[in-house]
């Protein structure tokens, strides 16, 4: 099985990935541990049977599934759970499901009796290269995308592969989105591999690659001031897309992934990238022309500078060019 540690200020944390995982939680688990399963309205049930099956103390806690529901109103209504349900200290969440439910469940885990432990159970291939990794929790609040959070680690990742063949094809394309990411910026081998092998045969690999490139980026910049935000490759022009059409048109990896190819100026490194996208049946074109998207361009405003790759492999942060 593989697995990984990360290592943060707050403490060091295990992610377990494994085919079948969720078959044998118990020996990862505490049948002594008062658990609570934070799952959206469509994570199938078989999922959280599962993990009943480790956790003869729980109670599992719904929300309806989106974007839109990362918000204040489903903080409050799982805070007004706990409470009603006499949580402690020493319980703990089980994150169940995508990024939303993991920033959503991560934050409230973060400010709960001034914090109690999380766990994630990561079933959306995003969520599972990317989002359950590095302890950003957040939630929305209005428009304003995970404004209000924090940076607090989980105790543990628990991954099974096996949960994303429940996925729909559309968000598992989402995933390849921002595992196409880690080759560019990081990994030239990745990227060959993804351009030319079978991913989905032997995805416990290419998950665990690319969470090796996420926890050196991690560790080396837990709060994000300075290589972390090589992660954000794609990411300008990505985010003002999703915000141009109010998160209604693309799921992020697909913005990103145009994102991606706007900010690559090499021709040769565009057309490989180009390929690798088209393979995965994501979209390369930015339908939207620039100047309609400045006022959505999150720009640190002092820099205007955005991360590009000039070789495959290797990010560098350039002044915009938007
Ligand atoms: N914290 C971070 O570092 C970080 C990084 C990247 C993205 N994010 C956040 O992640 C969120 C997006 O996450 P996402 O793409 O996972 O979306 P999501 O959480 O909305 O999940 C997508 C859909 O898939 C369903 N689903 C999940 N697992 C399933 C399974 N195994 N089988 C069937 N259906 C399943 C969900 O119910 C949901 O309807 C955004 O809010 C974004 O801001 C956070």
Redesign the pocket.
């Known amino acids: 099985m593989p697995s990984l540690v990360i290592n943060s200020s707050k403490k060091q944390y295990e992610i377990l990935i494994e085919n079948g995982l969720l078959d044998h939680l118990e020996s990862h688990l505490d049948p002594a541990v008062f658990y609570i399963m934070i799952a959206?309205d469509?994570?199938?049930d078989i999922y959280l049977n599962q993990i009943a099956v480790a956790t003869p103390n729980h109670i599992i806690i719904r929300f309806p599934?989106?974007?839109p529901n990362?918000s204040v109103s489903t903080f409050n209504h799982i805070i007004n759970q706990l409470i009603v349900h006499n949580v402690q200290k020493d319980a703990c969440i089980l994150a169940v499901?995508?990024?939303?439910?993991?920033?959503l469940s991560g934050f409230v885990a973060s400010v709960y009796m001034r914090g109690i432990p999380y766990i994630h159970i990561p079933?959306?291939l995003?969520?599972q290269i990317?989002?359950s990794v590095?302890g950003?929790?957040a939630i929305n609040y209005e428009q304003a995308?995970?404004i209000i959070g924090a940076i607090y680690p989980p105790q543990k990742v628990f991954i099974d592969p096996i949960?994303?063949k429940?996925?729909?094809p559309r968000?598992l394309m989402?995933g390849m989105g921002e595992m196409i990411k880690y080759g560019m910026i990081a990994d030239e081998s990745l990227f060959n591999r993804i351009l030319t092998e079978d991913v989905f045969t032997n995805l416990e690999s290419f998950i665990a690659s690319a969470l090796l490139i996420k926890k050196h980026f991690v560790e080396t910049d837990e709060f994000d001031c300075g290589i972390r935000q090589q992660l954000n490759f794609g990411h300008t022009i990505g985010h003002a897309l999703e915000a141009y059409f109010g998160y209604q048109k693309y799921?992020?990896g697909e913005a990103v992934a145009i994102g991606m190819v706007a900010a690559v100026t090499d021709p040769q490194i565009k057309e490989t990238l180009v390929k690798c996208l088209q393979k995965y049946h994501l979209p390369t074109e930015n339908p939207v022309a620039i100047n309609k998207l400045k006022p959505f361009l999150q720009h640190d405003k002092k820099q205007m500078r955005i991360v590009t790759v000039a070789k495959i492999g290797y990010a560098e942060i350039i002044p915009s060019p938007f």
């Open positions: 959206d469509q994570i199938p599934a989106g974007e990362k499901g995508g990024g939303v439910t993991g920033d079933t959306t995003l969520a990317d989002s590095g950003k929790v995308k995970n949960t994303l429940t996925l729909s968000h989402n799921l992020h």
